[in-house]
């Protein structure tokens, strides 16, 4: 089965930054979209940036402006390039890969939807 692979966390200073790297473990087929979700301590997992179905790009309103999200077709990767850390974007930081599938005609044909995670990377900011 698909695992994905997220690289590139660490310790920084505020106002420092940081580039994530994710990539499958196998090719992958009729991904929609790709995204980064992150969780901070005690708190839910949110939403911080994803490359829609139609190439546009949407971030969490936390992180517009400081963070930038982009995609290596020919690799099947996906980037976060994270600058002006701050010490509330510590979380541990989640790739996320969204496809549509469908099953065969004689399954009934219907599509559905696959969502692949990646194990997480740990981003910390703080003097």
């Known amino acids: 089965h698909v695992d994905l692979v997220e690289s590139g966390g660490g310790l920084v200073q505020p106002g420092g930054s940081l580039r994530l790297s994710c990539a499958a473990s196998?090719?992958?087929?009729?991904?929609?979209?790709k995204g980064w979700y992150r969780q901070a301590p005690g708190k839910e997992r949110e939403l911080v940036a994803v490359?829609?179905?139609?190439?546009?790009?949407t971030y969490a309103a936390s992180v517009k402006g400081r963070f930038t999200i982009s995609g290596d077709n020919a690799e099947d990767k996906v980037y976060l390039q994270m600058d002006s850390l701050r010490p509330e974007d510590t979380a541990v930081y989640y790739c996320?890969?969204?496809?549509?599938?469908?099953?065969?005609?004689?399954?009934?044909?219907?599509?559905?939807?696959?969502?692949?995670w990646g194990s997480g990377t740990l981003v910390a900011v703080s003097s």
């Open positions: 996320n890969y969204h496809g549509i599938e469908r099953r065969s005609l004689s399954e009934g044909g219907d599509f559905y939807g696959i969502d692949y």
């Open positions: 196998e090719e992958l087929y009729n991904i929609d979209s």
């Open positions: 490359i829609n179905s139609g190439g546009s790009h």
